[in-house]
């Protein structure tokens, strides 16, 4: 099955109270496509996006390597790639934006080539939602799934555009904070199922919402899952790990091409396991020479963390069980 | 198996953006042995405590009726109970303290009669570390387990105190505020374990962290449990959530009288079972009259949303399983 990740390609100076890296490999569809390249083949997956002759040829020998299609990658000549740094505090939930550098991404228009635009699967990586839009229009035939990402700068900003978006894709993966700002409730319940009213009605109308160190939960049809985190004893770095849990996620379903509930719930637990991986190394370290032995065991260790079984023994509801009052 | 529970018996004037209400029942001792109840026989509970002759009578019949043994509750002549205040905010997260009268809490100095000295199971609810330690030096025998609670206020104001009493102990449950407070440590994880070494050495070192709406994480040797939340979609009052929490979790353990891992997963589920309960009415209304079919319908619920299978053929790791790649 075919995978399209539209998003950003960006170099990043990441501060951490451990460590510091300058000018390292980032940007939303780095982070996804890498993320989602375990499940996927690479040759199945294309990227749309814009660098400037500045981007690393350590990020091309990668997507290369892999066989990504990059002919949706707009250079552009004498132009500067997306640049973020920033630091992030003690605790590792909270960090300090020290430069935005949009560069060429301030110009984006993104153009979806022929050999991508029929893909089985797409991602809206956190773009304009009237990029989002028109990279939806530029589709040649209707995607199995369309799955998307935004920010508060785009609900605060861009709300009507975004909710033109929603109402196209079928899933949606978002984080706590965005979803109690885009829907203005405090309870996270009543955020997943508003949100799901937002989507494409012909859907599964699938709702992720992302809460960091203590898991995601999902919003399938009527169904609520709730996912553990992964017990990471620390973080060395959790630049990207929303993208590569969306990588991990997508990667998953592009695989095994359906979209039940069962095979949803499994997607999350490995855009978890991914985004685990992705805190434990700097930058897109954590998430380029992983073994799928490796990852599946974080699968299991995850299952193993949040299962519990009834009594054995039991056959009936407590208050009716001989015996057991 | 019979229960010893010391905590504080409490009025509470409660008001939340729905509703007020003025001098309801309260205190970590009402919801503890309420919430126990379920799955203790109220003849096995005792609760040690001090009132003032305020005490409603609505508890009094309460505890009557479940057969509670309270020659422990002491009543002060001309007394007046502790009372407290509070105003919940929007998102029911945060609350204002409006009022705190100790009263006869400030006096208080727990004294456990023969009748209740020699129980199997513990609870020291969120009193001074110096008393939680002057009851367990009352006990006639060794409980199978001791298990307390505690706050900020005793975590910055008697330390080293409370590191006297965890040492004596066997379970701890903490919220994850309370936690980090008293590690200094971001990561639960590692808020976790260290917990974990402050408690008795001769005992599997149970640390609950609670999480509120993100669940709670169970601690048992070198195991990790990650339990999930109930999804309301409302939360009507979170006052005394965290005792029921407690009262589910140590009912569940001296009913079942095993302190093993499955064992206490479970209890930890019904704990959150029963705090989910205490959240949707008012005051104790909330955990006063389940039936044990409502509990288990919920227990079976939290099963449901949080487990997730395996691909059903799969017998190997991914990368050496046939065809899947």
């Given at each position: 099955m075919s995978l399209l990740i539209v998003g950003s390609l960006?170099?990043?100076?990441?501060?951490?109270?451990?460590?510091?890296?300058?000018?390292?490999?980032?940007g939303s569809a780095t982070?996804i496509s890498?993320?989602a390249?375990?499940?996927s083949?690479g040759s199945e997956i294309g990227i749309v996006g814009v660098v400037?002759?500045?981007f690393?040829?350590?990020?091309?020998?990668?997507f290369?390597?892999?066989g990504f299609d990059t002919s949706g990658v707009e250079i552009v000549?004498?132009?500067?790639?997306f640049?973020?740094?920033?630091?992030?505090?003690?605790?590792?939930?909270?960090?300090?934006?020290?430069?935005?550098?949009?560069?060429v991404f301030?110009d984006f228009k993104p153009k979806v080539p022929a050999s991508v635009a029929s893909p089985d699967y797409l991602v809206l990586g956190n773009i304009a939602p009237s990029l989002q839009l028109d990279v939806i229009s530029q589709m040649k035939a209707k995607p199995k799934l369309i799955i998307c990402d935004?920010?508060?700068?785009?609900?605060?900003?861009?709300?009507?555009d975004?909710?033109k978006t929603?109402?196209k894709v079928n899933a949606?993966?978002?984080?706590?904070?965005?979803?109690?700002?885009?829907?203005?409730?405090?309870?996270?319940?009543?955020?997943?199922?508003?949100?799901?009213?937002?989507?494409?009605?012909?859907?599964?109308?699938?709702?992720?919402?992302?809460?960091?160190?203590?898991?995601?939960?999902?919003?399938?049809?009527?169904?609520?899952?709730?996912?553990?985190?992964?017990?990471?004893?620390?973080?060395?770095?959790?630049?990207?790990?929303?993208?590569?849990?969306m990588g991990?996620?997508i990667?998953?379903?592009t695989?095994?091409?359906?979209?039940?509930?069962?095979?949803?719930?499994?997607?999350?637990?490995?855009?978890?396991?991914?985004?685990?991986?992705?805190?434990?190394?700097?930058?897109?370290?954590?998430?380029?020479?992983?073994?799928?032995?490796?990852?599946?065991?974080?699968?299991?260790?995850?299952?193993?963390?949040?299962?519990?079984?009834?009594?054995?023994?039991?056959?009936?509801?407590?208050?009716?069980?001989?015996?057991?009052?």
């Open positions: 960006a170099v990043d100076t990441i501060e951490t109270p451990f460590d510091k890296r300058e000018r390292a490999l980032g982070y890498l993320a390249n375990y499940f083949h400037g002759e500045d690393p040829n350590h990020a091309w020998n990668l290369q390597k892999r000549k004498g132009g500067k790639t640049f973020w740094a920033g630091r992030y505090h003690y605790d590792m939930n909270t960090r300090d934006t020290l430069a935005t550098e949009l560069n301030a935004t920010m508060n700068f785009w609900i605060t900003g861009a709300k009507d975004l909710m929603l109402s949606l993966v978002i984080n706590d904070g965005e979803a109690r700002l885009l829907v203005d409730n405090p309870s996270l319940v009543v955020c997943g199922h508003r949100l799901q009213e937002m989507l494409a009605p012909d859907s599964h109308r699938i709702v992720v919402i992302k809460k960091g160190e203590h898991g995601a939960l999902l919003f399938y049809n009527k169904y609520i899952f709730s996912a553990p985190a992964y017990p990471l004893e620390e973080i060395f770095d959790p630049t990207g790990a929303g993208d590569s849990f991990g996620l990667g998953y379903l695989r095994w091409d359906t979209i039940q509930y069962a095979t949803v719930k499994r997607a999350v637990v490995y855009g978890t396991v991914l985004a685990s991986f992705c805190c434990s190394k700097f930058s897109t370290e954590g998430i380029e020479d992983l073994s799928m032995d490796q990852i599946y065991r974080r699968f299991r260790e995850l299952q193993s963390i949040s299962s519990f079984e009834d009594e054995p023994y039991r056959t009936k509801p407590m208050d009716e069980s001989a015996g057991l009052m």
